[in-house]
């Protein structure tokens, strides 16, 4: 979908095998929005939904301004995948148009090599940051098989990502942040990513009633800021 505007889409069914180029299931690309799928299900040979306002060339339709506007505003019931070989959920941001809005109720993954991969290298003209990429949220999520190393990958900056309920029946990880992104308020099971650390801990004073700790950077500043200062009695 390009340039599409205020769809409602009932059931999409797909039934491919991984025997040709790109066999995406749907791909929502620059200036959609207000787009609402009740459901997604089957087998893909690629990506099973790709959220992509990139400028990447040659993965649009060549028409005026065809890499310009904004993916907003879109709802998906349910998503049902069935041994997909590469990302159930693919999104690729652009720092020039904005990726924002995103709401899926219910994603249930037989088997893949990531549950949702945010970014990839090599398809931006510019990156995004976490300011283009955000107020994306994935309600009861549940995955019994991953071919790849993490269930949620990210290599592009965002925030304010909610995974709601998230099951992972594999023994891998639930989350990879890639080095240099700016991750804020990724939440997975309420648990916030990227993970607050204390780095140091002082004792302040003879009587043992103030300490300082220094902290990895906190995706809020009204839990723990970076480099806090806290009371104790």
């Not at 990531?114 to 549940?142: C, H, S």
């Not at 592009?156 to 890639?178: G, M, W, Y």
Request: net charge negative; proline share 3%; hydrophobic share 35%.
């Amino acid at each position: 979908m390009q340039k599409v505007s205020n769809a409602t889409i009932g059931k999409l069914y797909f039934a491919h095998e991984r025997n040709g180029a790109n066999q995406d299931g749907v791909d929502i690309l620059c200036a959609s929005n207000h787009i609402t799928i009740s459901e997604i299900r089957g087998r893909t040979g690629d990506d099973t939904l790709a959220l992509a306002p990139c400028r990447r060339p040659g993965i649009y339709v060549n028409i005026t301004d065809y890499n310009v506007g904004d993916v907003n505003d879109i709802t998906i019931g349910k998503i049902h995948s069935y041994n997909s070989p590469y990302r159930t959920i693919l999104t690729l941001g652009e720092h020039t148009n904005k990726l924002f809005n995103i709401d899926i109720g219910k994603l249930y993954i037989q088997s893949c090599e990531v549950v949702v991969k945010f970014g990839l290298t090599g398809m931006y003209d510019t990156r995004p940051t976490k300011d283009d990429v955000y107020n994306i949220t994935i309600g009861e999520t549940i995955v019994n098989a991953i071919t790849g190393t993490v269930a949620l990958d990210v290599e592009e900056s965002c925030k304010d990502i909610d995974f709601t309920s998230f099951t992972n029946n594999t023994a891998l990880p639930n989350v990879n942040i890639d080095s240099g992104r700016d991750v804020e308020n990724m939440t997975v099971n309420g648990k916030i990513y990227p993970e607050i650390l204390i780095t140091s801990t002082t004792v302040e004073n003879a009587h043992k009633d103030h300490i300082i700790l220094n902290c990895s950077a906190s995706p809020d500043d009204t839990i723990i800021p970076s480099t806090s200062y806290r009371d104790w009695e």
